[in-house]
């Protein structure tokens, strides 16, 4: 694919004529984390993104899937047709697509397709940003995933230090690429060669130890272990901060609200650690204990994504443990098995 | 495009034409869907509580009658309790149809083997109407039926006349026979000690409490059915009913999409309390 070079003092310019024709956000360094920002243009500076840090604090997943979101109502039905203005995310790390990845198979591929996640899909855009520097917290290398995008986004930036390379990746990343643009030259494109076979070494040297390449294998062999279970969860306190970051969980509840004769039903994010998530009528529960809804973690993320859709359900963003109040490492879990 | 796109969360509504007391706590409710609602047996709906929200239930009523449908319904909880103050008239609203339905074509040329236990009946009603729709098809259709008490069977008439369909064998048992009663008494697995088909031929469908379902089961494996051709109704916590929120993961399954029935073989080796 094209790859493009624009120079420092136009990057601004470019910056505005996106904001202008997108609901733009971006990642800025707030108090020393990158949080996703919505573009306002007052008081804005192009020094505010953060594009050379690794991904936010928050996932992307509440931009596609919301936390809450009104999906019917009654008497008159609620239809999924509309037109809002495309969003932009301007900036996503290679971690960040691991979620949408899951929630297109959960959401979309199914008999019923979700109308608003995929009206929302269609609707945003995507430039992803390299991630020159990883941090301890990133393992996505033992994901099968990279710290630079060079597939599934629009356009994949590279911040060099006279400017910005961007690399066309669809057609309408193409559509957003304008006069400014100059064709990049070798040296360039060398030079982001250089920057991201340094991150791949960040990553491989903080990430020394491969793991099972059988993990679905493991964890199945593993299930009956409870003691490997109940000591791998012994310190967490049930706070579900770790589900609540992730960017690939897609459990949801629906609930309604109102009275007979009107209501509306919402769907809200909904977490398997939550001791209620799988009560039944009249009250039994086929995992009343927490060792269990910890194991069905692994099971959804490990096991069965893999074996049905070919892929772990996990992007080695670090927010599960960077998050979590009992600091339970998900890599040293994967790494005992 | 208004309009153009399903929503597969809306429900249509659908109007209560009868309630019928089937047992001091569990109901039949006729229903008729604004838009058909064209189910196959061992298939389930959402239906909405207008204002309280879902549950899933299984249609009773059979697959050939298409305007309206029949649920039978146990009351249990909040959702069951609220749907119960609901009168003829009223309305309520139904999603559906989700799940798999009963594999009828494998059943063909095979007798079938039915243990229902209390309001496992409902679902089973709609599979044995189907198949005495076409008699012909299928062999022998045992049905073997437990409640708790004479009170707690449901379809008492129509039971009945279901005994009098030739190639039909029925035969009924209560735990405690509170009231006259002349049949068996014991669960339902003491009307298993003989099991009459050649039950490497036959399949088995099995429907009711947790409980239950673990002991005809075993009975049923231990007189020799193959697991594949052991089919039971699972139960599991649905909010979507789609495939998509999570709920209903019964090992690598999702009960919505992949059940409501499930066989032996697949279920077997799942690590859960239910079975
Ligand atoms: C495929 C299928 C078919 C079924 N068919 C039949 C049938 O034909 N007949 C029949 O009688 N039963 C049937 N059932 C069982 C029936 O769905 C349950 O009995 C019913 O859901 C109980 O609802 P309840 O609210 O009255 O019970 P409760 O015990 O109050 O709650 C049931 C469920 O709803 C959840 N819940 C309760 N309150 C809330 C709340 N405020 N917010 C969020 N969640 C809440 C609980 O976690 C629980 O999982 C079927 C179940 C399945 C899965
Ligand atoms: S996990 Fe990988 S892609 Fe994600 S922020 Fe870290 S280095 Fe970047
Ligand atoms: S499990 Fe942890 S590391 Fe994996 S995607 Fe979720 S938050 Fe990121
Ligand atoms: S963040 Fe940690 S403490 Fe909280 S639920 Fe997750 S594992 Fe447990
Ligand atoms: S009920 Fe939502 S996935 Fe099955």
Redesign the interface.
């Known amino acids: 694919m094209d790859t493009y070079f624009l120079a420092n003092a136009r990057c601004g310019a470019w910056f505005s004529r996106l904001a202008g024709r997108f609901n733009l956000f971006y990642p800025a360094l707030l108090e020393e984390r990158v949080h996703w920002q919505k573009y306002v243009p007052a008081g804005f500076r192009l020094e505010q993104l953060a594009l050379r840090q690794i991904r936010a604090a928050e996932s992307i997943k509440p931009f596609l899937f919301s936390p809450r979101e009104r999906?019917?109502?009654?008497?008159e039905?609620?239809?999924?047709?509309g037109k809002d203005m495309p969003t932009l995310l301007f900036g996503l790390k290679g971690c960040d697509l691991r979620g949408i990845a899951v929630h297109k198979k959960?959401?979309l591929e199914?008999?019923?397709?979700?109308?608003f996640y995929a009206r929302r899909l269609a609707n945003t855009y995507f430039i992803g940003a390299d991630c020159p520097v990883p941090e301890p917290s990133c393992f996505c290398n033992l994901l099968g995933l990279q710290p630079f995008l060079t597939q599934e986004v629009d356009l994949s930036l590279s911040v060099l230090d006279d400017g910005w390379l961007v690399e066309v990746i669809s057609e309408r990343g193409r559509e957003l690429i304008d006069g400014d643009f100059v064709p990049a030259n070798g040296s360039q494109l060398s030079q982001r060669q250089a920057q991201r076979e340094r991150a791949l070494a960040v990553l491989k040297q903080q990430n020394p130890k491969e793991w099972n390449p059988n993990l679905a294998g493991a964890i199945a062999e593993r299930?009956?272990d409870r003691k490997f279970w109940v000591d791998a969860g012994a310190d967490c306190v049930e706070c579900f901060g770790c589900l609540m970051t992730c960017p690939t969980c897609?459990?949801?509840?629906?609930?309604?609200?109102?009275?007979?004769?009107?209501?509306e039903?919402t769907?809200v994010w909904?977490f398997?650690y939550i001791p209620m998530?799988?009560?039944?009528?009249?009250?039994?529960n086929?995992?009343?204990t927490f060792v269990q809804r910890f194991i069905?973690r692994f099971?959804?993320k490990f096991?069965?994504a893999k074996?049905?859709n070919g892929f772990y359900a996990c992007s080695g963003c670090g927010r599960c443990f960077t998050t979590c109040m009992g600091r339970i490492d998900i890599r040293k879990i994967l790494g005992q098995l | 495009m208004s309009g153009a796109v399903k929503n597969p969360y809306q429900p249509v509504r659908a109007q209560i034409l009868n309630v019928i007391e089937e047992t001091p706590n569990i109901r039949t409710f006729v229903l008729k869907p604004e838009t058909e609602i064209p189910f196959l047996a061992g298939q389930f709906v959402e239906l909405t509580i207008p204002g309280f929200g879902e549950a899933p239930f299984t249609p009773s009523s059979s697959q050939f009658q298409r305007e309206t449908l029949e649920m039978t319904i146990m009351r249990v909880g909040r959702a069951t309790s609220a749907l119960f103050t609901k009168k003829p008239g009223e309305w309520l609203g139904i999603r559906g149809p989700y799940g798999k339905p009963y594999p009828l074509r494998e059943f063909e040329g095979r007798d079938i083997y039915i243990v229902g236990g209390g309001v496992g009946l409902a679902p089973l009603r709609a599979l044995f109407l189907a198949l005495v729709h076409e008699i012909k098809k299928y062999g022998r259709i045992y049905l073997r039926y437990g409640a708790r008490t004479p009170r707690d069977i449901v379809y008492k008439q129509q039971l009945k006349e279901w005994e009098k369909i030739k190639g039909v064998d029925i035969d009924l048992s209560v735990d405690s026979a509170t009231e006259p009663w002349e049949r068996k008494v014991g669960v339902v697995t003491c009307l298993m000690d003989e099991i009459p088909c050649d039950v490497k031929k036959s399949v088995a469908v099995v429907c009711g409490p947790p409980i239950m379902m673990k002991f005809v089961t075993k009975k049923l494996v231990e007189a020799g059915f193959p697991g594949k051709n052991i089919y039971l109704s699972m139960e599991m916590n649905m909010s979507c009913g789609l495939g998509q929120c999570g709920h209903c993961r019964l090992g690598p399954y999702f009960t919505c999409k992949d059940g409501p029935v499930l066989t032996w073989e697949q279920i077997k080796d799942i690590e859960e309390p239910f079975l």
Not at chain 1, 277 to 284: K, L, N, P, T
Request: glycine share 8%; aromatic share 14%.
């Open positions: 999906v019917a109502s009654f008497p039905p609620l239809s999924p047709d959960m959401f199914g008999e019923f397709a979700d109308p299930t009956s897609f459990c949801f509840l629906l609930y309604d609200q109102g009275n007979a004769e009107r209501f039903r769907k909904d398997c998530y799988a009560r039944v009528g009249g009250g039994a086929p995992r009343p069905n099971h959804c096991m069965h074996n049905q």
